[in-house]
């Protein structure tokens, strides 16, 4: 038996927070959560933790990770970036409060989970694609992480070995998004150059040829020569160059995956499991034909994403009308790294016009901030949110949506597994303690393996 002593108590369900409450585990699970206990309670305790000046609350649930098993990335289906990236990648999750994580990159099989599984403490979920079009998209973008056996598996194969959604269909790196930006067209550049570009001067590549809405018909090569000179990128590539890299990097994928929206949508009917896509300029509109097909969940992936301001707001609003529409927003790095996201603009919207339905960090080249770092600033700092409401939006909001992802999880609550984190408060992105079941799995910056 463990005992959480006197700490800020967010329970998880939207609208308790205890000022100076106890969390009482035993075995792994949840005694009791209560305002004040028998002193001689301590006597069988394991531990006593004095949560003095700390908050208590659930372990955040991620729902939005790439980059976190042994098998191939994003919707491209990329080689994922190493074991070694890997590990750190889930060592640093933990640390930053998320005790459950999901998958997301679709084409990972169960067994690449499970071999993950065995060599980590955080509780790691799947999401699957694999489905004809899809699978194509990857091909025509990237698909060097293929194997046969990712070709052979199937979406009903996945969901009947544990996958636990179907998503994210249609990532960046298939529809132009982020993952041209630093990966693809940079590589391209240095391929056919030689010469390195930042994922700025890409993007400004990208947008030229093709336009926020990834469109053939913008190419204007007065607008391609302005823009390579505003990038600095001039000295090195012609207008004609720039339009054949970012066709290949960019335009010959998003066709296929457009039409992966709509497979990915009518196996979610079959099957009746949740459908994660993923939401930004260029998928804006086969979002809204997904969204009007009456799924029982959709979850609109980072909709506060490469949109602007008005724009992301305006486009979650219509979005909110269709019933089962659910709205992530994502965190992003615009705290830290600042590399993908520069500003928390977006985000703070999202909260402000009461938009948010969950939040997830998403994979910021593996840099992104935390959950956590996010409800401070939304809830404590800014206070766009409740503490109670933001904390719900990270935990049991996202059990109750994706009913698969963390069953028994997201609450301090009687009987509820014991899955906690332990913060300083108010600054609660300084993580100190992580249980998992009951267990410490995390302690001043250290993964307990
Ligand atoms: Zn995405």
């Known amino acids: 038996m463990k005992i959480f002593k006197n700490g800020t108590v967010v329970t998880g369900d939207g609208k308790t927070v205890l000022e100076r409450g106890n969390v009482i585990e035993a075995d792994g699970l949840i005694m009791d959560v209560t305002l004040s206990y028998d002193e001689n309670l301590e006597s069988y305790a394991e531990e006593v933790i004095d949560c003095t000046g700390k908050c208590v609350m659930p372990g955040m649930i991620n729902h939005h990770q790439h980059g976190i098993t042994f098998g191939p990335m994003f919707a491209s289906g990329c080689v994922n970036y190493g074991d070694e990236f890997i590990m750190s990648h889930l060592d640093r999750s933990l640390l930053q409060g998320h005790t459950t994580v999901l998958n997301i990159d679709g084409f990972v099989t169960m067994d690449e989970v499970r071999e993950t599984q065995k060599v980590h403490p955080i509780r790691i979920k799947a999401a699957t694609t694999h489905a004809p079009t899809n699978y194509h998209a990857g091909e ?9 056996k990712h070709n052979e598996m199937t979406v009903e194969k996945m969901l009947s070995e544990g996958a636990i959604c179907i998503g994210e269909v249609g990532g960046g790196h298939t529809l132009g998004g982020g993952g041209q930006d630093y ?71 998003v066709k296929v995956a457009l039409d992966g929206y709509r497979e990915a949508a009518i196996l979610a009917k079959r099957y009746n499991v949740p459908l994660m896509i993923h939401n930004a300029p260029t998928s804006k509109h086969i979002v809204h034909e997904i969204a009007k097909m009456g799924l029982n969940t959709l979850i609109c992936c980072h909709s506060n994403y490469l949109f602007t301001k008005d724009e992301c707001v305006e ?23 600042k590399a993908l996201v520069a500003t928390p603009e977006n985000l703070f919207a999202f909260y402000e016009n009461d938009l948010v339905d969950i939040i997830s960090t998403d994979f910021a080249a593996g840099k992104s901030d935390s959950m956590l770092e996010a409800i401070q600033h939304a809830a404590l700092e800014e206070k766009l949110v409740g503490l109670a409401k933001a904390v719900y939006q990270g935990t049991a909001r996202v059990a109750e949506v994706l009913p698969r992802l963390a069953p028994n999880l997201g609450l301090i609550k009687e009987s509820y597994t014991a899955d906690i984190v332990v913060t300083e408060y108010p600054t609660l992105k300084n993580v100190e303690r992580v249980y998992i079941g009951g267990k410490l799995a995390a302690k001043d910056g250290k993964v307990i393996r």
């Open 140 to 148: 025509l973008c990237d698909g060097k992480g293929f194997l046969e």
């Open 183 to 253: 990966l693809y067209i940079p590589r391209a550049v240095k391929e056919r150059k030689g010469k390195d570009i930042d994922y700025l001067q890409a993007r400004a590549m990208k947008l030229s040829v093709l336009g926020r809405y990834i469109e053939e018909s913008y190419y204007d090569r007065d607008r391609v020569a302005q823009a390579l000179k505003d990038a600095k990128l001039d000295s090195f590539l012609t207008p004609e160059e720039t339009k054949d890299i970012v066709y290949k990097t960019t335009l010959a994928s």
């Open 315 to 337: 486009n979650g609003r219509y979005l909110k009308q269709f019933p089962g529409v659910v709205l992530d927003a994502a965190v992003h790095d615009p705290w830290g790294a």
